[in-house]
């Protein structure tokens, strides 16, 4: 692990998982809370305060009992869940996405066994070097400095998303974070980022054109569809058909139409078959564009909107 001995004692909410750059930040119940108390991503409404109020651990803490494995997914080895057991925060798993091109991570938690980074680390070589962390929005921002000190590479947020970043006066991040501006942020010809907004400003997803990777010829089973990583961005239900689009999950405030239509019409230039969540088992496979499209008209419609009010061009 990379010298980060006066780093691992940064605080962490114990809700969303992002770190600090302060230590022993004030734990306190509700009701005790004092100026300048608290997480503001989980005082802001779309997260929440616990009813046994805010809670904070740290890197060395977690480190005690926590730990980190890779899952590949079944459908497609080169797409691998990060895993912490038990789960932290919200319980997200970021990707590790092996592109012919370079490794890409897709969002963050708050802790990275050694041996995980030195799993990572080892599916790299020159021709396929470790391109980064890119994070869809600020619930995911997690513990990314310290992950990608670990990792040796950049984190990659949008800049309009900035004010949520928790160390972003901190000179130890400098170094390591990229604040990214427009609508799209490309790693290599595959990989590209999109900026849907909505649920942040700078919410994005990640889209991944496997018909350009190029396989060995011992290898025909694995799919060149597209597929999107939608984080949440919107969300893939347990049915796994449908996806719902909220400004707040835990708090269930829909996104406005015009949200809605914003996201699709970000996404209407590609295309993809699959779509993967960020929880294990919330995955939308084959169709997800059309299944997308087709839960945006609906999510609108049950807003009490009258058809053509809000247009959802194919």
Not at 61 to 66: G, R, S
Not at 217 to 227: A, W
Not at 248 to 255: A, D, T
Not at 274 to 279: C, E, V
């Amino acid at each position: 692990m990379a010298d980060l001995q006066h780093e691992l004692n940064l605080s962490i909410c114990k809700t969303c998982a992002v770190q600090y750059a302060q230590t022993s930040l004030r734990s306190y119940k509700l009701g005790d809370e004092l100026e300048g108390d608290g997480c503001p991503i989980c005082l802001d409404p779309r997260q929440y305060v616990p009813a046994t109020g805010q809670s904070w651990t740290s890197w060395a803490t977690l480190e005690l009992d926590h730990t980190t494995k890779l899952v590949p997914e079944p459908d497609d080895e080169r797409i691998i869940r990060i895993v912490t057991e038990p789960p932290i925060g919200i319980g997200q798993t970021p990707f590790v996405i092996c592109t012919s091109s370079g490794i890409l991570i897709w969002d963050c938690g708050s802790y990275l066994s050694q041996d995980t980074v030195d799993s990572i680390l080892a599916l790299t070589s020159p021709s396929k070097p470790l391109l980064g962390i890119a994070i869809s929005h600020p619930h995911f921002f997690g513990a990314s400095v310290m992950w990608a000190k670990n990792l040796g590479c950049k984190v990659f947020m949008c800049e309009l998303d900035r004010e949520w970043f928790m160390r972003k006066e901190d000179s130890e991040a400098v170094d390591v974070v990229e604040f990214w501006k427009g609508e799209r942020k490309n790693f290599g010809e595959a990989l590209t980022v999109i900026r849907c907004g909505g649920h942040f400003p700078g919410s994005c997803v990640l889209h991944w054109n496997r018909s350009l990777e190029s396989l060995p010829t011992s290898i025909t089973s694995l799919t060149k569809k597209g597929v999107v990583f939608c984080s949440d961005t919107f969300m893939v239900a347990p049915d796994r058909k449908t996806l719902s689009f909220m400004w707040s999950y835990p708090n269930q405030i829909p996104l406005p139409p015009k949200d809605v239509q914003t996201i699709w019409n970000s996404l209407r230039p590609f295309q993809f078959d699959d779509i993967y969540g960020a929880w294990p088992g919330r995955l939308c496979l084959n169709e997800g564009r059309e299944r997308l499209l087709d839960a945006a008209r609906y999510f609108v419609k049950m807003e009490g909107w009258e058809e053509g009010q809000f247009v959802f061009d194919d």
